[in-house]
Every structure is written in structure tokens, then in C-alpha cells.
């Protein structure tokens, strides 16, 4: 797989072999700055600083073939990238990478059939904040509420006819999602002991592959989806293991793997429209619990209001894991919301909400965006975080932040 990536990287940046006109390309330069109003036990920097840019060139050598890339290089002050000028084809490394392929694949298509290889995103579900069905959608948790996609190395075959639509996925390599950093603000909590040390062991990623079908049908008025996926959890469990010399205890990140059942709908009424998705999780191994997750929600146009209401739910059927690191669950049990309002063509506001039912943790993001000529943009966004330390958004109750982002896009 890494040597058709790196074959695909050739001929997307050599345009001239065949027909150059045919390509395009696009990108931005962005800096952000962010500003912590409290320190945590674990990090008392209040202000941080990085420069990302990314550049999305495309070739279509024919009318059914078309190769896309993405590639970033980035820089921080936080620590949260690396300093070594390699690059990187993987996303596994804990810290962020300063240059990496971030997508790169080819798609061939003929009639209603689309067939995608290499590394692309893979999404799936309808809902918005929590998609219980989106499997192939590891993420970068390295600041916990804002977090990146990551791609996928694989193939996707899509095909469409007369209403419905089938989509195969299949994944030979796992991209875990990235963890935030040991002794950060952000950082995992994890099992600690009063007489033995702990330490981290690192983590075991699993070497099988993964696989999904979802099946999509429209009908007049109500659209519907069923899907299966097959494969390993992006998300990890902490494995508590004793080594006697010398004396200590190492925590592992697993990776269990797990089948999900799940489907979603739409369907628009006359005042709004109503979405719902859910997701069953079983799994072979002991140590992953095995539970089913939720999302009921109502949105509505209205002017250039757009309105999102509704709540994420868990049941938990077999309880057995001690501990891990699941902001798709954390999520749940919480009313949800999201309003934007579009103030004209180059100004924007927007706010979103997820709030505890039992009131025990509660997260709060606004946002102003301001387009200044063709290729510039500002935006301004706060992140309040409050909640009880037991809670999963209150252990981030003093990660409440501000962030300014300058954009030039080319």
C-alpha cells in the first residue's frame, strides 16, 4: 500500500505526463494562537502558537479517472508536533506530524459505479456532533473537543441506482486515532497505583483488516440507511500489566476488535427535518464492553438561521472495561445543539452545545468568521468547559480556551 501511495504521489505532481490541463490545485496557509485562562496539574503554558499549510493538488487524466492528494506541513509551540523533517505515510506517531501525506487516492468511475483507492475519508452517517456509524473515521483527540479526521489507506467501491446506494469499504491497515499527550493539559487519565510505578507501555496495534457495507435508499419524502462494519475500535483501551524487574506497571493501548449494526434516516416533515442514527457494538474480546449509541435530532432553515436540537444516548449491555479513552461515548447521555446564522456573504456567527442530562459536565463553543477580501479569512471561536472531575467534559474543566485563526487560502 505504501508503494502505490508513493507511486499515486508521483504522477499527481508531474501533471505534465499526459494531459496538463486537466489539473488543479488549491490550499491555505493558517495560523492560530490560543490562549488558556487557567493552568492544570499537569501543564501550566497559558498560550500557544502553530502554523499549518496544506496544499490539495488534482489531476483527471480522463473523464473516468481522477487521482487527489492532500499534503500538510506544520509547526507549534505546544510540542504537539515533531521536529523531524520526514514524512509521514501512517499516522501513528503520537505527536502530529511536521509533513505528511494526508490524503492521496485515485477514483475510477463508470455509470453509477465509483471505485476510490488509496488514502481517502471514509464517512458515514447523518447526524451532527456524534455519528454512532462513522467507524472509518479515526481522529486527532490531541485537544479533545477540537479534533481533525485522519485518512485510511483502502479501497471504497460505491454504486448507485434507481434510489439506493451500496458502499463496500475495506481497510487492510489500522489508523488508530491520535491520543492527547501524556503530562499535557489534555491529557488521558489513566490507571495509577500508590506502591508500584507506572509507566507507558506504548500501544499494540492490530494487523487484521476491517470491513463495512452500508446500503442507502431513498424514497419519496424519507431517506433510510443500514450498515455493518467489521474491524477494530480507533479508539483505545488502557491494559494494566505487571513486570516484576524492575517492579512496575505498564499501560497498553489495545485496540479490541468489535462488529457494529447500524442505520440512520431522514426524514423532512413540513416544520423541520427529523434525523436519527444508532450504532450496536458487540465484541469477541473481554475487555471491550459491548453497548449501543444514539443520536435523535431536529433541524430547521429559517432565513439564514440554521437551527440543530436534539440527544445523544448509551446503553451499555455488558459492561467490562476498566478504563479507556471514548469521546464518542463521553459525548452521550447530553442534550445537543447547534445554531449558525449567516450574516451576509463574508460574515458568519455560530454556536454549539453539548450539555449533560444529569448536569454533571457541559461543553459551550461560539465562533465568528469574517472573510476579508478573496483569500483571507479571520475567525474567533471560545471553548467554555465546565463540569464535575468524574465527568468526561468536566476532567477538561480547566481547558476553557481561546482561539484566533488567520487564514489565506490560494
Not at 485562562?37 to 501550566?44: A, H, I, K, L, S
Not at 467501491?157 to 463496500?168: A, C, S, V
Request: no cysteine; net charge positive.
Amino acid at each position: 500500500m505504501k508503494g502505490a501511495l508513493a507511486g499515486l504521489f508521483v504522477v499527481l505532481l508531474t501533471p505534465s505526463i499526459g494531459l496538463a490541463q486537466v489539473f488543479s490545485q488549491r490550499g491555505f496557509i493558517e495560523g492560530r494562537g490560543l490562549v488558556y485562562p487557567q493552568t492544570t496539574p499537569e501543564d501550566d503554558r497559558r498560550v500557544g502558537a502553530d502554523v499549518l499549510v496544506r496544499y490539495e493538488p488534482s489531476v483527471r487524466p480522463a473523464p473516468w479517472l481522477s487521482i487527489a492528494g492532500s499534503f500538510d506541513a506544520r509547526i507549534d509551540t505546544l510540542g504537539q508536533v515533531e521536529r523531524s523533517w520526514r514524512i509521514d505515510w501512517l499516522d501513528r506517531t503520537k505527536l502530529r506530524p511536521a509533513l505528511s501525506v494526508r490524503r492521496l487516492s485515485v477514483t475510477l468511475n463508470h455509470g453509477g459505479l465509483n471505485v476510490s483507492l488509496g488514502r481517502q475519508f471514509i464517512r458515514w452517517g447523518r447526524a451532527d456532533i456524534l455519528n454512532p456509524t462513522d467507524r472509518f473515521a479515526p481522529r486527532d483527540f490531541m485537544d479533545v473537543v477540537t479534533s481533525d479526521f485522519l485518512a485510511v489507506a483502502g479501497v471504497r467501491l460505491t454504486y448507485e441506482r434507481k434510489g439506493g446506494t451500496i458502499d463496500l469499504a475495506w481497510v487492510p491497515r489500522f489508523t488508530p486515532s491520535r491520543l492527547p499527550l501524556a503530562g499535557r493539559r489534555w491529557a488521558v487519565a489513566r490507571p495509577v497505583t500508590e506502591f508500584v510505578a507506572t509507566v507507558d507501555g506504548g500501544a499494540e496495534y492490530p494487523g487484521g483488516s476491517q470491513f463495512g457495507v452500508r446500503w442507502n435508499h431513498t424514497l419519496a419524502g424519507f431517506e433510510y440507511s443500514v450498515s455493518f462494519y467489521d474491524g477494530y475500535n480507533h479508539l483505545p483501551l488502557f491494559d494494566a500489566r505487571f513486570k516484576p524487574i524492575p517492579p512496575r506497571i505498564e499501560i497498553v493501548q489495545v485496540f479490541p476488535r468489535i462488529r457494529m449494526y447500524g442505520g440512520d434516516a431522514a426524514w423532512p416533515l413540513r416544520w423541520f427535518t427529523l434525523k436519527g442514527e444508532a450504532g450496536y457494538f458487540t465484541s469477541g474480546d473481554r475487555r471491550a464492553d459491548e453497548y449501543g449509541l444514539y443520536v435523535i435530532q431536529a433541524e430547521r432553515q429559517v432565513g439564514e438561521w440554521f437551527l440543530v436540537g436534539g440527544y445523544a444516548g448509551e446503553v451499555v449491555t455488558k459492561r467490562r472495561a476498566t478504563m479507556g479513552f471514548a469521546p464518542d461515548r463521553g459525548f452521550t447521555r447530553s442534550f445537543v445543539g447547534r445554531a449558525s446564522y449567516t450574516i451576509d456573504v463574508n460574515r458568519s456567527v455560530a454556536v454549539q452545545a453539548v450539555v449533560r442530562r444529569n448536569g454533571h459536565g457541559a461543553w459551550l463553543e461560539g465562533e465568528y468568521s469574517q472573510a476579508v477580501g478573496q483569500h483571507w479569512r479571520a475567525t474567533v471561536r471560545f471553548d467554555l468547559i465546565r463540569g464535575r472531575p468524574d465527568d468526561f467534559l468536566g476532567a477538561y474543566r480547566r481547558n476553557s480556551h481561546l482561539t484566533a485563526t488567520a487564514r489565506y487560502s490560494f
